[in-house]
């Protein structure tokens, strides 16, 4: 299974994917309340329940880093944060992917909370760290 690399930053190109339908019954859809990063929430939900498979032969080409692009006007890992949250709230995770998760949301929180003290979004920062707080509680936080 791919979950643990899922959890840094989406490894997995929705255009680069054959899913079966029933898959989203499943799993559910893209959440299209995240203005970013739908593609990360889903594919953590499917990959920490179901495995992933690759074929060692390129079949597509794959281009980021436009000047339109989505990712490169927002803070992408707030809402990274926002699908890890939901993600460890869903109950869905053996306790291993519990572990890693949280130390993944850790990790990227801490960072994030950090650059918004740095650029005076010190609200922001308050909100996240007491939500951040309250996920992490539990089982795997030290």
């Known amino acids: 299974m791919i979950f643990e690399h899922c959890l840094p930053l989406c490894i997995v190109s929705p255009s680069a994917v054959m899913i079966h339908r029933d898959m989203f019954h499943r799993v559910g859809h893209f959440d299209e309340s995240l203005p970013a990063c739908e593609d990360y929430d889903l594919w953590l939900r499917i990959s920490c329940q179901y495995p992933i498979y690759l074929l060692n032969k390129p ?3 794959k281009r980021g880093g436009h000047s339109d692009q989505l990712s490169q006007a927002i803070r992408l890992d707030r809402f ?3 699908a890890l949250i939901k993600l460890l709230k ?7 992917q519990t572990c890693l998760a949280k130390k993944e949301l850790e990790r990227k929180s801490r960072i ?4 918004c003290m740095k650029h005076g979004r010190v ?3 308050s909100v996240l760290s007491n939500i951040c707080n309250k996920t992490l509680q539990g089982v795997c936080t030290g």
């Open 112 to 115: 994030y909370i950090k650059g």
């Open 80 to 82: 990274r944060i926002q």
């Open 90 to 96: 869903s109950q869905v995770l053996t306790l291993d």
């Open 59 to 61: 079949l597509i080409i």
């Open 123 to 125: 609200d922001e920062a």
